[in-house]
């Protein structure tokens, strides 16, 4: 006798950190409170980077693709192996998916994502003479690229005022009442809405930069926190 199993659950998409929801405000932040928000953040941080080390577009591409449900601090490690050895386009694609393997062997889903960085050097040799675009749709294009690490490579290689949405600015967006959202692209949308111009291009670094070490996942830091007075977050911790 035979038995029907049981139903399979979802699996959440690998692509959308809103799967798991931040808690939201009790209501939006205010224009001012927005721009005395970034001049705080400006202030303590005057100019923010990537904590990815890169020294070229490409380099950056590689790094941002390997951080995928990685940590930046795992990623670094890898590359200070591999981008002395291949930091092309030409370089890497000359190691083949099997020569890549053993520098990037440490970090999550690194099979998949050999295949794609291999995939993506010959596109790049074969299409654009081995340089990356600075054009959204030609990242968008390449494998394993999506909107956000399109928008970090566009912001932070090009200097463009994009948005990149992953789970840390999300929680910051929702608890603070920045820019709420109940995903990553109606975040990226709000924020881009409401930022002031003057603080876009390295808004991305400071949001990511605050949910990493100040307004962390499990227990915000809100005695430390620059903008606690500002913030609409419900739940503020007092220690």
Not at 229 to 235: A, E, I, P
Request: charged share 25%; proline share 8%; with cysteine.
């Amino acid at each position: 006798m035979s038995r029907t199993p049981p139903p399979r659950t979802p699996r959440a998409s690998k692509k959308s950190p809103a799967k798991t929801a931040a808690p939201r405000a009790s209501r939006r932040m205010g224009r001012e409170a927005v721009r005395e928000m970034f001049t705080r953040l400006r202030e303590l941080n005057p100019h923010p980077t990537t904590e990815l080390e890169f020294s070229s577009p490409f380099e950056l591409l590689v790094a941002v693709t390997l951080s995928a449900q990685a940590t930046d601090v795992g990623v670094n490690k890898a590359t200070r192996r591999l981008f002395p050895v291949a930091n092309t386009a030409a370089g890497i694609l000359a190691l083949g998916e099997a020569g890549l393997k053993p520098y990037i062997a440490t970090i999550g889903l690194f099979n998949a994502k050999a295949r794609n960085v291999i995939a993506t050097c010959a596109i790049l040799v074969e299409k654009y003479g081995g340089q990356v675009p600075a054009d959204r749709d030609a990242l968008e294009a390449l494998p394993g690229v999506g909107r956000k690490t399109a928008n970090v490579v566009l912001n932070t290689a090009f200097g463009q005022p994009t948005m990149a949405v992953d789970t840390h600015i999300f929680r910051v967006s929702n608890r603070t009442g920045l820019a709420p959202g109940k995903d990553v692209r109606a975040v990226e949308d709000g924020l881009l809405k409401v930022i002031p111009d003057a603080f876009l291009q390295d808004a991305h670094h400071w949001l990511i930069l605050h949910g990493r070490y100040v307004c962390k996942a499990r227990k915000p830091d809100c005695p430390q926190c620059v903008i606690r007075d500002l913030c609409h977050y419900r739940d503020k911790t007092a220690a």
